[in-house]
């Protein structure tokens, strides 16, 4: 299933949802209320995050766990809860709890142990669900976040409070799923159906400080995660898929306080967007009641996020520790971990993120640069093999972020479907700095090998594409032009200089862009210099008169041309010795000459 992983928080795709209509108006309403309401209360956000882990089986069962397979295709007497079926742990997911609690720069827990809790959904076979209470696996770490520079920019460190270990539970199947998802009505039951595949999946739960304070910070923290987990290997982090799930806890108080207030906890948050605007939903909502002198009608309790209306609403009360009953897990022996094991994995890991994002702004580029690169692992890998070959950090970054990156959205590829290597653009942009080939061919190239792949240098000998610099070939080009439109060359003679832009344009054909940029480009030096000579013979009689005198540019009355119609500056520009004549010759008749 392709995925893209090159947008940020801000810039994440959304499922399709009704369009809610906004006006700048609105929108412009909005922001001056939140400025209103931060000006008197303080927001005060935390973040649980659960993280589908990538294993090969489920975390207490052989099951294999494969999204959109067939409901209940994939379940075995352990993930179904029936009696007597014993759990045993998978080792990988021990594994990846400890990777993810030293990327986050956690104390690991070497003595842990799992714990049930205790509540019935219809999702949930076995009536609890096994995870970590006391003891969890790692705790009081931190994440560093660079927010985007179209918000202000900055660093931010949000702390993290516990990673712990549990299982998945199913799904319910609603109504709008199609061929499975059929509600069935009794007289007075209402059913709807169960799809076991996921329920025994691994998970981490991240639980965050409640470090937050906007929409923003927490939908850049949660995307910070998503980048986290991926370049760890430890999940795939779709939110689209459920991989990737985040539970948002929302209170305020007044400017000043320092007690908390009562927090509410939102659900249903399927991209950053959403997070985004279901916080600050919820902040206005709080405020509101807070300046109605009816805080107390702030409880804890869960509400959904309604994309449609673009609100929350209530789901049901929010349940306390003492309802879960927690209990060791029988069934399960404790987690045990030593040195060695956890040294083996702290040497394993990639570098993240962060580390990511400091190298790319010591190589001197800008902090935009360096979001847009690091914020996809492929990407990122793609930048530094192009570098590692050779090639210009800032011209590499600027031809990943530019065409590339609109081909692969325009064509919804990832880069890895691509045709192009790193190798390839590394040669295709040395081609273009040596002057091999124009910018403008480099461009045609570039195109060919993401539809087709091939070499730099194979495109270039087959379509013989190598750029003319010999000034010797060049002029016989100019001559060619010239010599076949001898009318618009007569009527260039005679100062329409605007005819310029059509041996512009024949030269463009003559050589097919096989020439250089403007500014640096021999064809038009050698182009306007046959033009000036050819115009400058016309002007021998009439310099003859004057021969005792010398044109210069400081007499009265003198002007040069503009330097984007003269090329050539002063006595080389026959179209300056034209002007000065004229001048000169008023300027003598009126002197009596």
């Known amino acids: 299933m392709k995925s893209t992983h090159t947008q940020t928080a801000t810039q994440e795709k959304q499922q399709p949802s009704p369009k809610i209509k906004s006006s700048p108006q609105s929108n412009q309403a909005k922001t001056r209320t939140l400025d209103r309401i931060s000006k008197e209360y303080e927001a005060i956000i935390g973040i649980e995050t659960h993280v589908q882990l990538s294993t090969l089986s489920k975390a207490f069962c052989p099951c294999p766990y494969i999204y959109g397979s067939q409901p209940n295709t994939s379940v075995c007497p352990i993930c179904m809860g029936l009696p007597g079926a014993l759990p045993v742990v998978n080792s990988k997911v021990v594994e990846f709890a400890v990777k993810l609690g030293l990327a986050l720069n956690c104390k690991l827990s070497f003595y842990s142990k799992f714990d049930r809790k205790q509540y019935f959904y219809p999702d949930l076979p076995k009536g609890y669900q096994i995870s970590q209470f006391d003891i969890p696996i790692a705790t009081g770490g931190y994440l560093d976040v660079d927010l985007p520079v179209e918000f202000g920019g900055g660093h931010r460190r949000f702390g993290i409070t516990r990673v712990h270990m549990e299982e998945d539970a199913g799904k319910l199947l609603h109504a709008d799923d199609g061929e499975y998802s059929q509600e069935i009505t009794f007289p007075i039951i209402y059913a709807l159906q169960v799809d076991l595949n996921r329920a025994g999946v691994p998970l981490l739960e991240i639980v965050s400080e409640p470090d937050m304070r906007t929409g923003i910070e ?93 609100k929350t609403v209530t789901m049901r009360k929010k349940e306390g520790l003492a309802d879960y009953r927690y209990f060791p897990e029988p069934d399960l022996p404790e987690v045990i971990l030593n040195k060695e094991y956890v040294d083996s994995i702290q040497s394993s890991l990639p570098e993240l993120p962060e580390m990511k994002r400091r ?51 325009n064509e919804k590829l990832t880069i890895n479907e691509i045709k192009l290597s790193a190798a390839e653009l590394a040669e295709l942009i040395a081609s273009i700095k040596g002057a091999t080939i124009s910018g403008k061919i480099g461009k045609e190239i570039l195109f060919e090998l993401m539809a087709k792949g091939g070499t730099v240098k194979g495109i270039i000998i087959e379509k013989d594409l190598v750029q003319i610099v010999d000034p010797s070939e060049i002029e016989k080009m100019v001559d060619k032009v010239l010599s076949e439109n001898p009318k618009q060359l007569e009527q260039y003679r005679g100062g329409k200089t605007k005819l310029q832009g059509f041996f512009a344009g024949n030269e463009n054909i003559e050589r097919q862009g096989k020439s250089r940029a403007a500014e640096q480009d021999p064809f038009r030096e050698i182009k306007c210099e046959k033009l000036n000579v050819l115009v400058r013979r016309n002007l021998v009689i009439m310099c003859h008169f004057i021969s005792h005198r010398t044109i210069k540019s400081d007499f009265p009355g003198s002007t040069h041309l503009s330097s984007d119609i003269c090329l050539l500056k002063g006595s080389r520009c026959c179209l300056c010795i034209i002007k000065s004549f004229a001048l000169y010759s008023v300027y003598m008749s009126e002197a009596g000459f």
Not at 221 to 227: D, S, T
Not at 380 to 405: Q, S
């Open 218 to 310: 927490a939908a850049e923290y949660a995307a910070e995660l998503q980048r986290l987990v991926r370049y760890l290997g430890v999940s795939n982090g779709n939110m689209q898929e459920g991989s990737l799930r985040c539970d948002v806890n929302v209170s305020i108080r007044p400017v000043g306080q320092s007690k908390f207030g009562t927090k509410v906890e939102i659900k249903n948050l399927n991209s950053f967007s959403s997070i985004n605007r279901a916080i600050d939903f919820e902040i206005a909502r709080q405020a509101l009641l807070y300046s109605q002198g009816k805080a107390d009608q702030i409880v804890q309790e869960t509400r959904l996020w309604e994309e449609g209306s673009q």
């Open 359 to 409: 190298r790319y702004e010591e190589m001197g580029l800008s902090m935009q640069d360096v979001l847009f690169l690091a914020n996809d692992i492929n990407v990122a890998r793609f930048f530094d093999a192009t570098i590692e070959k050779g090639a210009d950090v800032k011209l590499a970054a600027n031809w990943i972020m530019g065409d590339i990156a609109a081909y692969m959205k």
